[in-house]
């Protein structure tokens, strides 16, 4: 989570274990509105309860790597979408040994 204290926005980063894939194929529906329903319950259902206004920005997954996906799903990655609508998928793609992940850290 980042919090902007100047404009007291929140930005949501929710890791998941499972692929691209697995958010979208069609035997895992469940996997994939459970994921999406948690994104939608942090935007829409985190408020500032002096002025009951919403507070988080954006709400987005984070998962491992990227599989091919069908045009319709390819918004979710879109920088343009994520930056308008405040939801989508970025993914972290590790290409490294452990001492390359922590050197960024």
């Known amino acids: 989570m980042l919090w902007n204290k100047k404009t007291d926005e929140i930005l949501i980063f929710d890791a998941k274990k499972v692929s691209v894939k697995g958010?979208?194929?069609e035997e895992e529906?469940?996997?994939r509105r459970t994921a999406i329903a948690?994104?939608?319950q942090y935007k829409e259902a985190i408020i500032d309860f002096k002025t009951k206004e919403r507070?988080?920005?954006g709400a987005y997954a984070v998962i491992p790597r990227k599989a091919r996906l069908?045009?319709?799903?390819?918004k979710f990655f879109d920088d343009e979408y994520r930056k308008k609508y405040?939801?989508?998928v970025y993914?972290?793609?590790?290409?490294g040994?452990?001492?390359e992940v922590l050197r960024w850290m």
């Open 23 to 25: 958010l979208i194929s």
């Open 29 to 31: 529906v469940e996997e």
């Open 38 to 40: 948690q994104l939608h």
């Open 55 to 57: 507070v988080v920005k």
């Open 70 to 74: 069908p045009l319709s799903y390819e």
């Open 86 to 88: 405040g939801f989508g």
């Open 91 to 95: 993914v972290f793609e590790i290409l």
């Open 97 to 99: 040994e452990k001492e």
